[in-house]
Structure formats: structure tokens, C-alpha cells
């Protein structure tokens, strides 16, 4: 079994100033390096970062793909990192999910087979925190690009049968505003 993982980090990071959320910094380490490292402390092999052309990504030791042409947002961009790989499954990341780390780890761990999502204590599925199997996956990303249909959890669906990873929510605190940002520099 082969596990690769794509970080995903083309996020603008409008409603934190707009300087792109992969450079911001949390627990000393741009958001972009703690995901990288998360997969790598996972075992995934290769890891790439996915980002939107224009995006400032700070330098990584790992190879970083423009997303393909096609809508903006993680659909396009994981279906470009899955095309990038050659594995059986993928461990999919958003730079933005600073704590993740923990459940990225037991994502691994998870023998091959259905997709398994991160569920949050609330039972909310986080699509961009799971280990999904390369081929169907891509299939799925790739009609939902052609379709239009841009909402990630509606590609998660594509997919068919997925399973729970139970998660904290310190693990799935997805930075996304100024409060979000300050949540995640508290210890």
C-alpha cells in the first residue's frame, strides 16, 4: 500500500489580511510547514503542496504543482494533486488546519478501502482532513470540475462510502479568520 499526501495551500486568506494562509505563522512554523511535517509524520510518501497560481507559498523542501486550470478552490486542487501521484491512496490536508496532526496520523492507519473523513465533535465532516482512495477519488474531482460543482463535500460524496475518523476540535480548527487565527496562537 502506498500513501501520498497533498497539502493543499492556495487559500488567499482574505479575511486574514490577504496574504495567503500558507505563510501565516502558528506555534512558531508557517501553517504550510506544519502540514507538510504532519504528512510526513505520517508516512506519506511522496507529499506535495497544491496552490493556486499567485499565491505566495513560503520555500518548502517538497515539490509545490500550480493547480490545473479549471474553478478555484480545493476540488480543482485536489484533483490536480492526485494526478501528480501515483499511489493507491491520498491523505489530503488544508494548510489551514494547524493541529491536525494527531488525526492525520491515525488517517494512516487506516487500512485501505472506503475514504475516511475527519468528523469533528459536532459530527461535521471535514473532507480536507482524510485518506481517500487515489483512483475513484481523482474520477470523482474530475467530473466534479467538469460539472461546475466546486463544494468539496459534495465531490467527497461522489466518491461513495466513506467512514468516520473521530477528531477533537483543536485537531480540525480550521484558521480561516482573525478569531480562528487567535484561537490557534492560544496554547
Known amino acids: 500500500m502506498t500513501l501520498a499526501g497533498i497539502v493543499l495551500a492556495g487559500g488567499r486568506g482574505r479575511r486574514l489580511g490577504g496574504a495567503g494562509k500558507a505563510a501565516i505563522q502558528v506555534g512558531g512554523d508557517a501553517l504550510v510547514d506544519r502540514a507538510v511535517a504532519a504528512l510526513r509524520e505520517a508516512g506519506c510518501d511522496p507529499v506535495l503542496v497544491v496552490a493556486r497560481p499567485g499565491v505566495a507559498i513560503p520555500t518548502v523542501d517538497v ?36 493541529f491536525a496532526a494527531p488525526v492525520t496520523a491515525r488517517l494512516a492507519r487506516r487500512p485501505a478501502g472506503p475514504a475516511v473523513l475527519g468528523v469533528d465533535p459536532d459530527g461535521r465532516p471535514q473532507p480536507l482532513c482524510a485518506r481517500y482512495p487515489r483512483r ?45 487565527l487567535a484561537r490557534a496562537r492560544t496554547p
Open 63 to 98: 515539490p509545490v504543482v500550480a493547480d490545473a486550470p479549471g474553478p478555484a478552490g480545493p476540488v480543482n486542487a485536489i484533483r490536480t494533486g492526485m494526478a501528480h501521484v501515483d499511489t493507491d491512496d491520498v491523505i489530503v490536508l488544508a494548510c489551514d488546519l494547524p
Open 136 to 180: 475513484p477519488a481523482l474520477a470523482a474531482a474530475r467530473a466534479a470540475v467538469a460539472a461546475g460543482d466546486a463544494r468539496v463535500i459534495d465531490w467527497a460524496r461522489r466518491i461513495g462510502e466513506w467512514h468516520r475518523e473521530e477528531a477533537t476540535a483543536r485537531e480540525l480548527l480550521n484558521v480561516n479568520t482573525a478569531e480562528d
